[in-house]
């Protein structure tokens, strides 16, 4: 029966007190039940109720009472019962006066949302990221915090953590706080010592220096530090979560749940309720997925989200605030440049060798999610890496042939890149390779269609091949004057010579002529006051090659319109040399590669022949369309010699003569040569170009390079002296590449005059909009290049509508966002958990363990590197980081676990690691284990690291061929023969490895730090205790002789100290020793007699 006062939960077993027991009249339920389950109705319950004679009252005290000393009992057993009330931790920060550098509105708006509320900032490109991380950390970083707990108030230094900063945003980010630092002390405001870093940066030799890194933890300020020694201080103890006053994570679209930002967070939260986070994204399209905004705020603890778009009506305002005069100044120019009739030929050939791989590729995996893989989408520029990422967990069951056109499609993409981006001839030496290859793959030097890339098959394959040959090398007649002595100006003759085409990119005239006309313009201007020329390209290449443009352009006039023209002949004819070098090493590398698959071909003599059924790439007649055809019923068609050119390589002509690099007539180079040369002579205002100096025609490419390396290490060449000359502000020309870490502020240092965006770019678009928006004083004019109808356009307009599309699904996914709740069944990825493998039961000796008794496992530091640390704490499981030097993970006294991703194990295999370690996990352990742990992402198969040939491939290189599936398990074989009592774990992922450890310690004893320590230390070092008493080397060494085995070898060791005392031994003393078995094999050993 319960009592009144005690929940119906806890029986009340004091047999000491009588309890009140009502008459059998009354009716026991009437009295029970009404003050149990209606508390509001007690006082009617008291006026019906008379209570019976002589009866001890009950009362509030004397069942507290009762409670004291059921309490009192309990503690006299072996489980505890405590209780405890944990109180709330306020932090109050110190009230300061804060000046910050917001120029524009909605910047004012988003920090004061972010310092009211913890949240995730989601920005779109370009509109000041840097600009609000460094004003928020400025606002967060307080002297000091002061805590309240109760009536206990704790005082302490603030300490902001910065995690996901690169180098550049850190010496960007320390230089905004340095301003604002500036400014403040200007106002009165700060109070902080100048000589005080901004920012500081835990790196170099803090990385291994514990004592210097709580040093840092313990001054406070603002710190920035990569998660991996971060969290291994955290879980060490040199840096508690609770002296952590928050974290601002950069590049929150980069946080997975496995990754060390999201373990640190986890850490800091599950210690630390008091504390501020804050993160902030500037790429909403890497925001993918089913519902990643709450995936996101899933990882990060955090509830709040804060999207700013560029549509935003905030941002549009700000951005717009200017005045009409402004707004004329403001504008941009777009500059839409024409492709020549070639380039748009090879264009659309290679577009539709897109378009017929995505079409062959869907054809042999129709059973595979496909939906993606649209023409449409070709244009993003992660169309490849998704494609190949929706492939991997099925990668070892697709064909060879879907695998082939994956990489086709990499390979068009670049090609497509390269049309618009680098000069004909580089562009042609490209298509040349992929050529190369192809043939080179077969062994017989023809195309082999059961080898080559498919998309070579289709006649837009010839187009590209044909044309891109035509545009550098095809050649032209041109009309040249040639004047006699005695002759005048009308009567001088015209020849007609050819020279190579050397088609220049449509671009480089445009942007001669426009900075022309810039430079033109300024020629009126008397005050000298204006910036710089700003050229802004996508990479450092172009870069270099913008810079040569523009030293080396020819002014030039054309007859008949008098329009002025610019030629970069100069330049295309420097680069001649530059591929007769590269002929030149092709050669040298198609010699060697004849004498390596002729040495591939005896090797493989004596192995198996492949079936001739895996041999053939199985493809639709999309690809071979015409090849079958007579040449008799084939219709007469334009660029017939590159048709029968290919035709020749696929029949098995020779191909040194129809599809080999193109070999230059050396009249025609120094006719090109001495024309550019003439052309600058005449023209005093250029500088000359640097042409190659012709080398002789018997040197070759190895005395080329020989002689070059020879020169760049000959000690007695002295380097030519640099002149240095000032350039005035309003004269330099300005080239600059395209980066998200650095061109934030680029714009502000430099305040040009002309902006010229060479090739398309969002962000820096969006930064040019906050340049003018926060500069009202300075106008640049704003010049935007862009090839019209062609891919360039496209895949400008494909971002926009990318990251529009992205900001549109966060915005509703926000708009149905709900309150998550955290709970154990929460992450439906771990099957076992943590209950279910812990064993209570007392017998044989056994330690009691419950539940909540915790595990351990110790953690070799390199190891955070990976996901497995996290997913052990997140399962259960003490993680302690040490620097071990036998086994990655010691799960217990016995259990010592080496983990191996396949691609560590490959490497573990050539270099004959792995043996070594598994002889020192012998040597200390009584389980050593090998942890064999794939990709969740890949297939639970080796194929996919294998990387298998199609049969009939010949490797350029066998000695770097890659590791096939066989011989991977043959390594694994022949691991396992040298060591018998291995133990090996396959593990299909990081969550899997994660529940088998679990199962591991549910019967084991937790391990000792000291011992997993000194295990494996060099035993020639001496230490503070003194020199070590055995060398292990000597003891393998002693194991190997005959009659000595893992048992007698301690009685040898404790009776000699050396090798040299042992092989002195009498047969008298080994018989003593050993046995006299064992003494006489080992006898019998030492003193054999061998000729």
Request: aromatic share 8%.
């Amino acid at each position: 029966m319960s009592s009144l006062f005690v929940p119906e939960d806890e029986e009340y077993d004091d047999k000491s007190e009588t309890l009140f027991v009502p008459d059998e009249q009354e009716d026991p339920d009437h009295i029970v039940s009404e003050l149990e389950h209606q508390n509001d109705k007690a006082e009617e319950i008291e006026a019906e109720y008379v209570e019976p004679e002589n009866q001890p009252e009950i009362s509030e005290e004397r069942t507290r009472a009762h409670y004291a000393r059921a309490m009192a009992q309990d503690e006299e057993g072996s489980i505890p019962v405590v209780r405890e009330e944990k109180a709330e931790v306020t932090a109050i920060y110190e009230s300061r006066e804060v000046c910050c550098s917001l120029p524009l509105g909605f910047y004012q708006e988003i920090v004061e949302n972010m310092l009211a509320k913890d949240g995730l900032l989601i920005l779109g490109r370009g509109l000041g990221c840097e600009v609000i991380t460094a004003n928020l950390l400025y606002a967060l970083s307080s002297p000091s915090v002061t805590l309240e707990r109760g009536k206990t108030v704790t005082k302490k230094k603030s300490l902001v953590i910065l995690l996901g900063a690169g180098e550049e945003e850190i010496v960007k980010l320390n230089d905004l706080l340095v301003e604002l630092r500036w400014l403040n002390a200007v106002a009165g405001n700060d109070t902080e010592n100048e000589l005080e870093p901004a920012l500081r940066v835990v790196g170099g030799s803090d990385l291994a220096n514990t004592n210097k890194r709580r040093d840092m933890y313990m001054k406070g300020g603002v710190l920035s530090i990569s998660s991996r020694i971060l969290v291994v201080d955290i879980l060490s103890g040199i840096l508690k979560p609770s002296d952590i006053t928050g974290f601002f994570v950069l590049h929150a679209e980069k946080i997975r749940e496995t990754s060390n930002d999201s373990f640190i967070i986890n850490l800091y939260r599950d210690q630390n309720d008091w504390g501020f986070v804050k993160a902030i994204s500037d790429e909403p399209e890497s925001f993918t997925g089913f519902t990643p905004l709450a995936s996101k705020l899933k990882y990060l603890r955090m509830s709040n989200v804060f999207l700013w778009p560029r549509f935003h009506v905030e941002v549009t305002s700000s951005l717009m605030l200017r005045s009409s005069k402004q707004k004329m100044r403001s504008t941009v120019t777009e500059i839409n440049v024409k492709l020549s009739k070639r380039m748009a030929k090879i264009q659309t050939a290679i577009l539709s060798c897109l378009t017929a791989c995505l079409q062959e590729l869907k054809r042999h995996n129709p059973t595979l999610d496909t939906e993606y893989w649209d023409v449409e989408n070709l244009h993003d520029t992660d169309f490849v890496t998704r494609v190949r990422l929706s492939l991997e967990s099925q990668w070892h069951r697709i064909s060879w042939t879907s695998k082939q056109l994956v990489y086709d499609l990499g390979t068009l993409k670049e090609l497509l890149a390269s049309l618009l981006r680098d000069d004909s001839l580089l562009f042609y030496q490209r298509v040349q390779g992929i050529v190369d290859t192809n043939i080179r793959s077969s062994g017989a030097g023809t195309m082999n269609a059961t080898t080559m890339s498919p998309w070579l098959m289709m006649d837009e394959g010839t187009t590209i091949t044909s044309y891109a040959k035509e545009r550098a090398l095809g050649r032209v007649t041109v009309a040249t004057e040639a004047a006699e002595e005695g002759q005048e100006a009308a009567e001088v003759s015209r020849e007609k010579t050819e020279v190579y085409n050397l088609e220049e990119l449509p671009k480089w005239e445009q942007l001669v002529l426009l900075v022309d006309d810039i430079i033109h313009e300024r020629s009126f201007d008397n005050t000298k006051t204006e910036g710089p020329i700003l050229i802004m390209c996508s990479s450092s290449k172009t870069a270099q090659q913008l810079s040569s443009i523009l030293s080396k352009a020819k002014k030039k006039v054309h007859e008949p319109t008098e329009r002025k023209m610019f030629s970069c002949k100069g330049y295309m004819v420097s680069k001649l040399r530059e591929y007769l070098q590269w002929k030149e090493l092709i050669s040298l590398t198609k010699r060697l590669n004849t004498e390596l698959v002729e040495k591939a071909n005896e090797d493989s003599r004596e192995g198996t022949p492949d079936s001739a059924a895996d041999e053939k790439l199985n493809t639709s007649k999309t690809f071979t369309r015409g090849n079958n055809v007579p040449r008799s019923k084939r219709r007469r068609t334009r660029g017939a010699a590159a048709v029968a050119n290919v035709a020749r390589l696929h029949s098995g002509s020779d191909y040194e003569k129809t599809a080999g690099p193109v070999d230059l007539e050396q009249d025609i180079v120094d006719r090109l040569e001495q024309d550019v040369k003439e052309e600058y002579d005449s023209n005093d205002e250029l500088e000359e170009p640097e042409l190659v100096e012709e080398k002789e025609q018997d040197e070759t490419a190895e005395d080329t390079f020989r002689n070059f390396y020879a020169e760049a290490e000959s000690p007695h060449i002295r380097t030519a002296a640099i002149d240095l000359e000032h350039i005035e502000k309003y004269n330099q020309v300005i080239i600059e590449t395209y980066s998200d870490k650095t061109n934030e502020t680029l714009l502000q240092e430099l305040c040009p005059s002309y902006i010229i965006m060479y090739e398309p770019d969002l962000a820096f678009i969006r930064r040019v909009e906050v340049y003018h928006a926060t500069n009202a004083n300075v106008e640049p004019k704003t010049y935007f290049m862009y090839y019209g109808t062609s891919v360039e356009e496209q895949t400008h307009l494909m971002r926009i509508r990318k990251e529009k599309s992205a900001f549109t699904s966060l915005i509703r996914e926000k708009a149905n966002l709900g309150k998550r709740f955290a709970g154990e069944q929460e992450n439906w990825k771990f099957h076992l958990r943590k209950p279910q493998v812990v064993n209570t039961r007392i017998a044989g000796g056994a330690k009691f363990r419950t539940e909540e008794d915790e595990m351990r496992v110790i953690v070799d530091s390199r190891e955070f590197r990976s996901s497995l640390p996290n997913l052990l704490y997140r399962v259960g499981i003490q993680v302690i980081p040490c620097m071990l030097t036998v086994g990655d993970y010691v799960v217990s006294p016995k259990i010592c676990v080496e983990r191996k991703s396949i691609p560590d194990l490959i490497g573990s295999f050539k270099s004959g690691r792995l043996y070594q370690q598994c002889e020192q996990m012998f040597r200390h352990y009584e389980l050593p284990t090998l942890l064999i742990e794939f990709d969740e992402n890949k297939s639970f198969s080796f194929e996919p690291f294998a990387e298998i040939r199609p049969p009939g491939f010949k490797a350029t290189n066998p000695i770097a061929s890659k590791i096939s599936k066989k011989e991977i398990q043959s390594k694994i074989t022949e691991l396992l023969i040298s060591f018998p009592k291995l133990k090996v774990i396959w593990s299909s992922s990081p969550y899997e490895t994660a529940q088998i450890f679990l199962e591991l310690k549910a019967s084991q004893h937790e391990p000792d730090v000291e011992e997993a320590l000194a295990k494996g230390v060099n035993p020639a070092i001496s230490t503070s205790e003194g020199p070590p008493m055995y060398n292990d080397d000597a003891i393998d060494l002693l194991q190997s002789i005959p009659g000595i085995n893992n048992v007698n070898y301690t009685t040898v060791i404790s009776r000699i100290r050396n090798i040299k005392e042992f092989v002195s031994l009498s047969k008298k003393d080994l018989h003593e020793m050993l046995g006299e078995e064992n003494g006489n094999k080992a006898y019998n050993f030492v003193n054999r007699y061998v000729r």
